[in-house]
């Protein structure tokens, strides 16, 4: 699928989704009825991870002059083994887990604007979670013969060869501060006051090269990014997530002999249920655009699309905490990780 298509998919559902509220009955859920938002999770796939990308997130925005901080983990495993036929001009070999924490701050400068701060560490290694996800997949039926053993007995190896030239050669695991990201987001409407609307924001962030090349946890470079995200209410219990984004990248100087494209547009639609006021469910599909040349390899050549699913659940003594826990698959095969596990903790005061 070719990135034009996945956009305007996107952007057809944007505006049904628009006018699927114009049409709905129902106001704002009840009170009580909080959205913890769609799975903050990111393509952690190695060859996007040092990319800017901007993680599905709720339209609402941090209340004036009160903080939202969000302390995430999330751990990916990622086997990958293609070559272009024939001529092998590309030949990648990925054999790795990506593990990333973040501390995620954000202040409510204004009614209706917030602006936040993203720190991630990144760890590239062998990891711990190769035989489980065997093991999941043999109870299934769904195990790919040999996917991991044959990449080196579940060791970490990061090749990406491009003409015989190798532009990544890595067999041993790094880890380090990741690039920080500056973010924002202005809210336009509020579902509150037109219920018949959603809730509308627009983001934009900024990536830093905090990071350090030679570990692969940065791109050295500064990327941009743009965005939309809304959301709505259907029928009390059920909310409903939107978001297009559009990532203006600078290839990295080890890519420097690739024609890579210069933006990685993603999109995000995903469902909240309330089976309580403090105890929810979330489902969604995730995707983004290639930024790499043709190469006749499903792992440049394919967009990436996850599905995942998750929980939420607010304390009751503090109604300013709350914890999730999410599980994501990939659906291209190579182009995102296998399998994500996701939680974090969010405190607000």
């Known amino acids: 699928m070719e990135r034009h298509k996945i956009s305007a998919a996107f952007i057809s559902f944007f505006f049904l989704f628009c006018a699927a509220g114009a049409f709905a009955k129902t106001g704002p859920a009840p009170q009580g009825y909080y959205g913890a938002g769609p799975i903050p999770i990111r393509n952690q796939m190695p060859l996007y991870l040092f990319y800017l990308q901007m993680e599905p997130d709720k339209a609402s925005v941090t209340e004036q ?13 990622v086997t990958v083994s293609c070559f272009t036929p024939a001529t092998s001009l590309y030949n990648i070999n990925i054999d790795a887990e990506v593990s990333r924490m973040t501390l995620d701050l954000r202040y409510g400068l204004f009614e209706k604007l917030e602006a936040g701060l993203e720190v991630p560490y990144l760890s590239l290694s062998a990891g711990y979670l190769d035989r489980f996800v065997e093991g999941v997949e043999d109870t299934v039926g769904a195990r790919t013969p040999r996917s991991r053993t044959r990449q080196g007995a579940y060791n970490y190896n990061y090749s990406f060869i491009y003409n015989t030239q190798e532009l990544i050669g890595r ?25 018949y609307m959603p809730n509308i924001s627009f983001r934009s962030a900024v990536k830093f090269p905090t990071g350090r090349k030679k570990d692969l946890t940065g791109s050295g470079e500064f990327d941009y990014g743009l965005g939309v995200a809304a959301d709505k209410s259907f029928f009390k219990r059920i909310r409903v997530y939107c978001g297009l984004n559009a990532v203006f990248i600078k290839k990295p100087s080890f890519f420097s002999v690739l024609d890579m494209k210069k933006e990685i547009f993603s999109g995000m639609l995903g469902m909240e249920y309330f089976f309580t006021n403090r105890i929810s469910m979330v489902a969604q599909v995730t995707g983004n655009s290639t930024p790499y040349p043709s190469s006749e390899t499903n792992a440049l050549d394919d967009p990436g699309i996850d599905v995942g699913l998750g929980v939420n659940y607010k304390f009751k003594e503090k109604e300013n905490v709350s914890w999730h826990f ?24």
């Not at 990939?330 to 903790?345: C, K, M, Q, R, W």
């Open 65 to 77: 002059n009160k903080f939202d901080i969000n302390a995430g983990y999330t751990v990916s495993n």
């Open 171 to 195: 067999k041993h695991s790094s880890e380090g501060l990741g690039d920080v990201v500056l973010k924002a987001k202005y809210q336009v409407m509020e579902e509150a006051g037109y219920s």
């Open 326 to 349: 999410a599980c994501t698959e990939n659906i291209n095969s190579a182009a995102s990780p296998d399998v994500s596990f996701d939680t974090g903790l969010n405190v607000g005061f």
